[in-house]
T-cell receptor, first 114, second 109 residues
Framework: IAGITQAPTSQILAAGRRMTLRCTQD?????MYWYRQDLGLGLRLIHY???????GKGEVPDGYSVSRANTDDFPLTLASAVPSQTSVYFC?????????????FGPGTRLTVL | GQNIDQPTEMTATEGAIVQINCTYQ??????LFWYQQHAGEAPTFLSY??LDGLEEKGRFSSFLSRSKGYSYLLLKELQMKDSASYLC??????????WGAGTKLIIKP
């Protein structure tokens, strides 16, 4: 049972480049989330999706886009990376996004933008 | 605004008991979660409280007082493997989690 997988594990990226972080879950969860985690700050929600075909903006959506073509996959794209997007990115999923369901996290992607 | 406060760092001794506090002010409340996060790893679920009182789960217990906007996580019989960050998160009125910055717990032998 894989749960949630993320790729790549880590990446160093030049500023201005486009980058897609991949996230796949095999739990058939309806809701998926992207967070960033920075030292001294709590996890901050970037985008979320409560069901395939729908997405929503979280607390810090600027500079990021997402899509949810199917239940399993939820890629996060940085159209033109900037150094302030250097962070650890976590994908998470839950059964639904409209109940107090536990969120389960992927292993994270450590992204450095130079 | 929404705010979750917890201490930045705590130190405790192996075998002892430690209490990690969390206070919150959020727009709506649909429960409070505690997660554990070891360095370099993903957060993992520990507990969920929506009603006032104490929930016990083995060595870990979590308490909630909604009227005071307060929760704590109690860890008993501390083990070295409990060295980690402990994250407090509130589920707001939109069923989105608002996270505290986490408390780094250092266990000394």
């Amino acid at each position: 049972i894989a749960g949630i997988t993320q790729a790549p594990t880590s990446q160093i990226l030049a500023a201005g480049r486009r980058m897609t972080l991949r996230c796949t879950q095999d739990m058939r969860h309806n809701a998926m989330y992207w967070y960033r985690q920075d030292l001294g700050l709590g996890l901050r929600l970037i985008h979320y999706s409560n069901t395939a075909g729908t997405t929503g903006k979280g607390e810090v959506p600027d500079g990021y886009s997402v899509s949810r073509a199917n239940t399993d996959d939820f890629p996060l794209t940085l159209a033109s990376a900037v150094p302030s997007q250097t962070s650890v990115y976590f994908c998470a999923s839950s059964v639904t996004g409209s109940r107090p369901d536990t969120q389960y996290f992927g292993p994270g992607t450590r992204l450095t933008v130079l | 605004g929404q705010n979750i406060d917890q201490p930045t760092e705590m130190t405790a001794t192996e075998g002892a008991i430690v209490q990690i506090n969390c206070t919150y002010q959020t727009s709506g409340f649909n429960g409070l979660f505690w997660y554990q996060q070891h360095a370099g790893e993903a957060p993992t679920f520990l507990s969920y409280n929506v009603l006032d009182g104490l929930e016990e789960k083995g060595r870990f217990s979590s308490f909630l007082s909604r009227s005071k906007g307060y929760s704590y996580l109690l860890l008993k019989e501390l083990q070295m493997k409990d060295s980690a960050s402990y994250l407090c998160a509130v589920l707001d009125s939109n069923y989105q989690l608002i996270w505290g910055a986490g408390t780094k717990l250092i266990i000394k032998p």
